[in-house]
């Protein structure tokens, strides 16, 4: 049995989940609501303060969907209670990060600076000139948000300039060595 999917998911105070036909499930919490419509095979069931999902057969699909479905709804509950956030840094000469209303505006040594509006549910908070801070309560849209805002001018492995996940490891090169 899949061992995510097993274990049930706790509702902190304060969280209501609903659980309406072709399993949509919606979460409120202090945060936000947040809701979405779940793969009808699977079994979600509110007990007491706990959701427990459930598969209705052993099938390879049936498995894949049920630690899916499980983790879809936790991530729900904690974006509703805690939020979610990724912090980008924006390295190199010049390269700068501002926040202009709700416009996120980069310079990345092009010839134009970069401007990305912020989504709906979503907020960056730019610290300093170099660090991006992208908040939200859907774990996806946060995680999609940064994703785009550093393909705007991803890492490059040579003098290590452009836009990386402060968690994330760039592999340092060795440029080319001249001629004697």
Partial sequence: MSRIGRMPIAIPAGVTVDIAENNKVTVKGPKGTLERVLPEEMEIKLEGAEIVVSRPNDLKKMKSLHGLTRTLISNMVIGVTQGYEKVLEVNGVGYRAQKNGKTLVLSLGYSHPVEMVDPEGLESVVEGTNKITVKGIDKEKVGQ?????????????????????????????VGKTGKK
Avoid: L
């Fill in 145 to 173: 948000y940064a994703a785009e805002i550093r393909s705007k001018r991803g890492p490059e492995p040579y003098k290590g300039k452009g836009i990386k996940y402060a968690d994330e490891v760039i592999r340092r090169k």
